[in-house]
DNA sequence: TTTTAATCGAGACGGTACGTCGCGTCTTGTT
DNA sequence: AACAAGACGCGACGTACCGTCTCGATTAAAA
């Protein structure tokens, strides 16, 4: 999925002689009624029965402007979703890795409490079966944060905060693993709350096992 | 979603007088081959594209059968795929903890990765958009896993093996979570197999900090 | 084009056991809702903007229902047309040659100026370019009609009335022909009414040329 | 129809200053490109599915620029068929009037054999459904050679070839109608060839009827 | 020679209708 | 009574063209 088709090309560069129309006033605007559109309806009624045509008559816009950006209705949610939620959840260096952790994955489950966190969640769901869709999430939601988070736990084990021999990926999936676990896999009263993640971290940074002294 | 509507009944008991037909030979016939047909289809060209149409065709069945017994495609292949799935992955208590777990999660790895596992892995992303579904993947799929693993947790727990104080299902979190992690969360070169599940333990049952005299 | 698909089948015969759901009741209606439909949007607007989805929403019908009996709109406007135009225009025998056409073309010139003729001449004009209704306006409509004609100026001809050498379809042309040139190919001033009929019939039973002791 | 919208204006004069450009060598060269296109593409696959899309294409044309000049396909068509049409079945004038009739008569049936005339047909077959055209085809079509057919059978009156109480159009009719029952009407074996012409004008000329003496 | 205004190609835009697929309901014999 | 068969109303799909509307990029004329 490489979507937009046609990439909306930035302004801020002085000569924009020959963009595409839609680049333009007019497709601009369209451009964005239709992600508006999309995730209007995504909330109203589902990701499920979002559909091209509900989101062409919401918009205004007549379906053939939506296919020549868009191939199907995941790939405007996924565009509509990404364009706000890439900020909402930063990865922030806090004083130690454990506070980092902290504050990230409340962040975290406060996304996914929120309109397009559950929009996301659904398109994550949508991906175990559309390989473009797989892609997607993966190239501009998941690997740029796991790609910091990387380098911060690096510095923590310079630091010496964590086991310099650990996998990075290894302890991202113990960590964020534990947060999606509870977040797509159905299971009674596990709640998505700041007082798991601080449950959580306890465990992880505390360990598991009887640790002599520690009691 | 209270699938199978009519649930099918053992015919291992003496008396069978009020079952409902369907339930004697000639629905039974019908029931079976519907409940391969969807396993087939979805196996030949992926989950989507499986219909209550295409089932009853494959099966030479009337759609009026098939909606006698189930509601919607994911309630067929639910069915179709637990009862070979729940006893594909057990939980058996090993001579350790970290053994136990060992075992059942590769066997988990092992389920994912085949013809089952790939249906249910997309189940489960349906599920999040139908409620439905949701609730019978936890209760036919996942609690009763969870009840098991949690018993053998305190098992552990009592001989001293992890922490009396935790939260069991926190622990199954960080444990099955980073699997389910890599599974369901597009991440690249995130391999799921059994070395991973070896350097899972080491990180969960090692513990993450640097401990003094570890090194 | 063999329209419809399925024979509207007589109900007439005692044992109708296995018609088609759409010859019986239900589907009889659609079938007459939909023929209905087509020739009240025709009168309405012109047979170039009737529509299959208008028709359907007209009838209260599904689009599907309508592709199921016809494959375009031509099709069902020719079997609307035709169930009724046929018994509109007949051809009966009358006390002499001159007198049966003279009856036969008022007719049919009465016919091309009511509501059905006005789309029979349209789809005599789609005709030209559509293959499948050229061979059911000539099975149909066209054909039947000649037969008849033949055989009655075949026994004028044993009457004596005319020539027994000539080539009956060489006859049919030239009075039918004058009719069909002045409805289709656009000439001013070319009314087609009942003045021209006779007109028309003096030259041919009369001649064109000048006889001798004719003056 | 009034198309052209802008006339071609013949270069031969001495002054041109005024003509719109496209009249100029720019223009006539898009002009000529868009005529030869819809020929092309109306022989390739049938009228019906000539577009004004694909004539641009075809023609490496914007479709701007044909609408500029033209209001739909029909008149881009009949443009491009009447200026090679016209001159293709000439009426001119032979010693007796049943000569120049069958001289007539036979390049018609050569001409709507050809190319041109299967398109030719197709408009005027379209012509029964859009008033513009129909106005066109009589304009450019058929009144110019009525009225020079009519001249030609007035001159055969006075010669005392045929009745002089007879109405030209109506002669026309039945010689033309003849024709035209053959190309548009259709009927079986109904061939249109020089075989027909030379019998139809035994029958218009000789007379239907059983004559005294003509056996 | 340079300007300038009409016309050009290209193609996006809002629309309408197409013909198809699958839904879940229904109806009709058959088993 | 449940079954196979399949028609039904419905909603959405993705596509083809419509006729309108910007856009720079040619031109060929006037300045």
Do not use: C
Not at 98 to 117: C, D, H, I, P, Q
Request: net charge positive.
């Amino acid at each position: 999925m490489s979507f937009p088709r046609t990439k909306i090309i930035s302004m801020s560069n002085g000569q924009n002689k020959s963009n595409p129309p839609h680049v333009q006033n007019r497709g601009r605007k369209a451009t964005q009624a239709i992600l508006d559109a999309s995730l209007e309806l995504a909330e109203q009624s589902g990701l499920d029965s979002v559909t091209v045509e509900g989101i062409a008559d919401y918009a205004g816009v007549a379906k053939t402007t939506i296919y020549r950006r868009w191939p199907n209705v995941s790939s405007i949610l996924m565009d509509a979703v990404l364009s706000q939620v890439n900020a909402a959840a930063p990865i922030e260096e806090q004083s130690t890795l454990r506070e980092t952790f902290a504050v990230s994955m409340k962040l975290l489950t406060k996304l996914y409490a929120g309109r397009n966190g559950k929009i996301l969640r659904a398109l994550i769901g949508r991906a175990q079966v559309e390989e473009s869709l797989r892609e997607a999430i993966e190239t501009r939601w998941v690997e740029p944060r796991r790609k910091l988070a990387r380098e911060l736990l690096r510095r923590g084990m310079r630091r010496g905060e964590i086991r310099p021999d650990l996998d990075t990926d290894v302890v991202l999936d113990l960590l964020y693993g534990a947060i999606y676990h509870r977040l797509l896999v159905p299971y009674k009263n596990g709640k998505l709350n700041e007082r798991f993640v601080e449950v959580l971290l306890d465990a992880v940074f505390g360990g598991i096992t009887v640790r002599p002294g520690t009691s």
